[in-house]
């Protein structure tokens, strides 16, 4: 076994695997606005619906203690990934349907919990396929794979469902969201079944992957409860929960209502764009303006700490959304003012987020660390949800 996982490349798979992991997340995050938004929901609905679907990454430490516990890792991943691809075909199944919400929020709902676990598994199953060496070597590979997955269905795929709404690929297609969007997603089942089955051939069968049979449930429980406690536990808690939950308060809302106020009328205080220019202004050059936010953020934390730069970070992910509200107010025509904006306020939102990822990295530490990072991710999914419900009906 060890033999077999030496021989196998990580680059055969390593960058498909987070590739795979970012397409489920950002289509639940994202792409769920933007299809709901063309197929009729109010602002308020699609707010509510999509940030009810961050549970499973709130929750997700819950369940974590089962995925090590059972089988293997790359069994979950594997079975996960074909989950992920029956929601894909189940949406692209029901959106021609008279009862397309229901039916496609269920599905959402399983990709959703599908991709949460998946995030375990694949996390877990990436530490013992690879050396540490290749660990540390190929962690810039498997973001730069969730990044492109971003990108892809962000930019590409929203791009994509424009030009066939507007008939520039099939003419007779013009106007039919509800078809666009079919396809988009059946395009998305068909490359989910393709990477599943890749999978299924090249992930590795590292000899440390294998079912914990000499725990017992009760016992990886009772662990799981001490870690909790644990966590809670530690010095000025409440002060950490509280920058958690509030530290992207602005940007929870201004996630789900970035797009539809975008897509909005101008006569409604929208910017009336279509999906191309959504495509090309959110999801290409915002999330590159993200990156280098990030890059930027992490060089001048690696150089002066995390003290000193806490505070103008906090301040560079919050006074950027501000670019917002000058286009609510000034309704710009002229599409590079719009592009600035996104990209001014995606720019200072990765500088910002730097700042936060570290702060939970810190706050982990101690004797569990692992699963300490993984409640604190599960509380910044949190910060995200709740606000992110309301944000609908604040602006409504």
């Given at each position: 076994?060890?033999?077999?996982?030496?021989?196998?490349?990580?680059?055969?798979?390593?960058?498909?695997?987070?590739?795979?992991q970012?397409?489920?997340?950002?289509?639940v995050?994202?792409l769920?606005?933007?299809?709901f938004k063309?197929?009729?929901?109010?602002?308020?609905?699609?707010?509510?619906?999509?940030?009810w679907?961050?549970?499973?990454?709130?929750?997700?430490?819950?369940?974590?203690?089962?995925?090590?516990?059972?089988?293997t890792?790359?069994?979950?991943?594997?079975?996960?990934?074909?989950?992920?691809?029956?929601?894909?075909?189940?949406?692209?199944?029901?959106?021609?349907?008279?009862?397309?919400?229901?039916?496609?929020?269920?599905?959402?709902?399983?990709?959703?919990?599908?991709?949460?676990?998946?995030?375990?598994?694949?996390?877990?199953f990436?530490?013992?396929?690879l050396?540490?060496?290749?660990?540390a070597?190929?962690?810039?590979?498997?973001?730069?794979?969730?990044?492109?997955?971003?990108?892809?269905?962000?930019?590409?795929?929203?791009?994509?469902?424009?030009?066939?709404?507007?008939?520039?690929?099939?003419p007779?297609?013009?106007?039919?969201?509800?078809?666009s969007?079919?396809?988009?997603?059946?395009?998305?089942?068909?490359?989910?079944?393709?990477?599943?089955?890749?999978?299924?051939?090249?992930?590795?069968?590292p000899?440390?992957?294998?079912?914990?049979?000499?725990?017992?449930?009760?016992?990886?429980?009772?662990d799981?409860?001490?870690?909790?406690?644990?966590?809670?536990?530690?010095?000025?808690?409440?002060?950490?929960?509280f920058?958690?939950?509030?530290?992207?308060?602005?940007?929870?809302?201004?996630?789900k209502?970035?797009?539809?106020f975008?897509k909005?009328?101008?006569?409604?205080?929208?910017?009336?764009?279509?999906?191309?220019?959504?495509?090309?202004?959110?999801?290409?050059?915002?999330?590159?303006?993200?990156?280098?936010?990030?890059?930027l953020?992490?060089?001048?934390?690696?150089?002066?700490?995390?003290?000193?730069?806490i505070?103008p970070?906090?301040?560079a992910?919050?006074?950027?959304?501000?670019l917002?509200?000058?286009?609510?107010?000034?309704?710009?025509?002229?599409?590079?003012?719009?592009?600035?904006?996104?990209?001014?306020?995606?720019?200072?939102?990765?500088?910002?987020?730097?700042?936060?990822t570290?702060?939970?990295?810190?706050?982990?530490?101690?004797?569990?660390?692992?699963?300490?990072?993984?409640?604190?991710?599960?509380?910044?999914?949190?910060?995200?949800?709740?606000?992110?419900?309301?944000?609908g009906?604040?602006q409504?």
């Open positions: 076994m060890k033999k077999q996982t030496r021989q196998r490349s990580p680059w055969a798979w390593v960058p498909s695997l987070y590739f795979a970012g397409l489920p997340y950002v289509t995050m994202t769920a606005v933007v299809m063309d197929l009729g929901l109010d602002n308020n609905k699609i707010a509510l619906y999509t940030s679907l961050y549970l499973p990454w709130v929750i997700k430490p819950i369940w974590s203690p089962i995925i090590d516990l059972i089988k890792k790359r069994m979950w991943v594997i079975l996960m990934q074909t989950f992920v691809a029956v929601a894909f075909a189940g949406i692209a199944f029901s959106i021609p349907t008279t009862f397309f919400l229901q039916t496609c929020l269920a599905f959402f709902w399983l990709m959703a919990f599908s991709s949460a676990t998946h995030d375990i598994a694949a996390d877990g990436y530490m013992l396929g050396s540490e060496g290749d660990q070597l190929f962690v810039g590979i498997r973001n730069t794979a969730y990044r492109l997955a971003t990108i892809f269905v962000e930019g590409g795929l929203v791009v994509l469902v424009g030009f066939l709404a507007k008939g520039s690929i099939f007779g297609w013009k106007g039919n969201y509800v078809v969007w079919s396809a988009c997603f059946f395009l998305l089942a068909a490359i989910f079944i393709g990477l599943t089955i890749w999978h299924s051939f090249v992930l590795p069968k000899a440390s992957d294998v079912s914990r049979d000499n725990v017992t449930f009760k016992q990886l429980m009772k799981f409860i001490m870690t909790f406690v644990d966590f809670f536990k530690k010095n000025d808690i409440l002060l950490a929960l920058f958690i939950l509030t530290y992207r308060l602005g940007e929870s809302q201004l996630l209502l970035s797009i539809p975008l909005d009328p101008i006569e409604a205080g929208g910017l009336g764009l279509g999906n191309e220019h959504i495509g090309m202004i959110k999801g290409t050059v915002g999330i590159i303006a993200l990156l280098v936010g990030g890059i953020g992490g060089i001048c934390i690696s150089k002066g700490g995390l003290k000193k730069w505070i970070m906090a301040l992910i919050n006074i950027p959304d501000a917002y509200i000058y286009l609510a107010y000034a309704q710009p025509d002229n599409i590079w003012a719009v592009i600035g904006c996104v990209a001014g306020e995606q720019l200072g939102y990765g500088f910002g987020f730097t700042a936060f570290l702060y939970l990295v810190y706050i982990a530490r101690g004797a569990f660390k692992t699963a300490h990072y993984s409640i604190g991710t599960g509380l910044m999914a949190l910060g995200m949800m709740i606000p992110g419900m309301f944000a009906k604040i409504m």
